[in-house]
């Protein structure tokens, strides 16, 4: 009996028995004015009550003035790319495309051509030297989807100095070497062994004279309350790599948020091991990329968007200021130049981020 109200109970909240709204006749005299979305917000109802009120009542929807095109505004129509005109006039590119069709207006640049038979014209050669990058540079795979698609598995990408880096720093804060190291809480040298590593207690721990306070090697560190330490070797390999939190949960096989917290935690550590931040750096899990490049077709720079990947070429851009895709490698043939990937989202590097300025 008792299961039965507690499975009732989330039904019976007030959200669930909202008073039915009252149509008045005021609240007619609104109907077709504006928007069925704009009266809703007004009224405090949803859109579908507002459509099915007016289709009730046969009233029409609101519908805005037609866009009406002066010969000055035509004048335009095919001298640039529609998207280009569509900010000039302060309208859609849709918009700009129609009306062009409409009068029989050929497009500035036809896309007809593929950028493969372009590539082949000009001779580039099929494949670019690599640039050189700073050592402190992340490197990125741009044919790696970010994602796993159709239960294809990411190639291995990790960075194996840092892997062997914390490795070594692991080793040391569970080291059980007797030799006092300095004290986390005040810094001072005067410290002595305080207890012998033991079996409840595998770490040695010390005592610092200067603060009165006791201490191990894994006091002060973001890993003193870490859990499951004995994966931190697996998860080491997986810090490196180009991959989303899911896929090395997966792996791991934990849940998501602890693969978010660890990732924290070890970012905090390597900024406590070197504040320079080039150990850091390395890490890529979790991260979302952007590609820059210009476009080889509107020649115009910035931002790109990925937009899949085709089964000869590989991954797939998009401009946004032409609204066409094109190929990673056809580009970079034609234009003679790499796509940059810039970090778009890092929620590993916010969330310490967020902590250090709380703090």
């Known amino acids: 009996m008792i299961a039965m109200i ?8 007030s959200s669930a028995i909202r008073r039915q709204f009252v ?32 289709r009730q009542l046969g009233i029409a929807s609101f519908c805005t003035s037609p866009l009406v095109w002066t010969a000055e505004m035509e004048a335009h129509l095919g001298t640039d790319l529609d ?32 950028l493969t038979n372009i590539v082949a014209k000009v001779g580039f050669p099929s494949v670019l030297s690599e640039l050189s990058a700073a050592p402190t540079e992340r490197h990125f795979l741009i044919d790696q989807l970010q994602f796993r698609r159709f239960g294809g598995g990411f190639p291995d990408s990790e960075d194996k100095t840092l892997t062997v880096y914390l490795e070594q720093a692991l080793a040391e804060v569970y080291s059980k070497n007797l030799h006092p190291p300095a004290c986390p809480h005040c810094f001072s040298r005067r410290t002595i062994l305080a207890a012998r590593p033991r079996a409840n207690e595998p770490k040695p721990s010390f005592f610092c004279k200067t603060c009165d306070r006791r201490f191990n090697r894994l006091t002060g560190t973001p890993l003193a309350r870490l859990r499951y330490a004995e994966l931190m070797p697996a998860f080491f390999r997986l810090l490196s790599q180009q991959l989303p939190y899911e896929d090395a949960a997966r792996r791991l096989n934990v849940y998501v948020p602890l693969i978010r917290n660890w990732a924290k935690k070890i970012r905090q550590w390597l900024l406590q091991l070197d504040p320079s931040g080039e150990w850091e750096a390395k ?19 910035g931002e790109k968007r990925f937009f899949g990947r085709d089964a000869v070429h590989g991954r797939k851009l998009l401009c946004p200021a032409c609204n066409t895709s094109f190929s990673v490698k056809d580009a970079e043939r034609l234009l003679q130049q790499k796509v940059r990937l810039e970090v778009l989202y890092d929620p590993g590097k916010a969330e310490v981020d967020s902590e250090a300025k709380n703090s």
């Open 83 to 114: 998207t280009v005109i569509a900010k000039k006039l302060g309208v859609n590119r849709q918009q700009v495309f129609r009306r062009r069709h409409q009068l029989g207006i050929a497009a500035n640049r036809p896309y007809s051509e593929q």
């Open 6 to 13: 507690s499975s009732k109970r989330p039904l019976l909240t």
């Open 283 to 301: 890490v890529r899990l979790g991260i979302k990329l952007r590609p820059h490049l210009r476009c080889p077709r509107c020649d115009v720079p």
């Open 23 to 54: 149509w008045t006749g005021e609240a007619d005299t609104l109907l077709g004015a504006a928007s069925d979305q704009t009266i809703a917000t007004q009224l405090g109802v949803s859109k579908a009550s507002v459509g099915g009120r007016r």
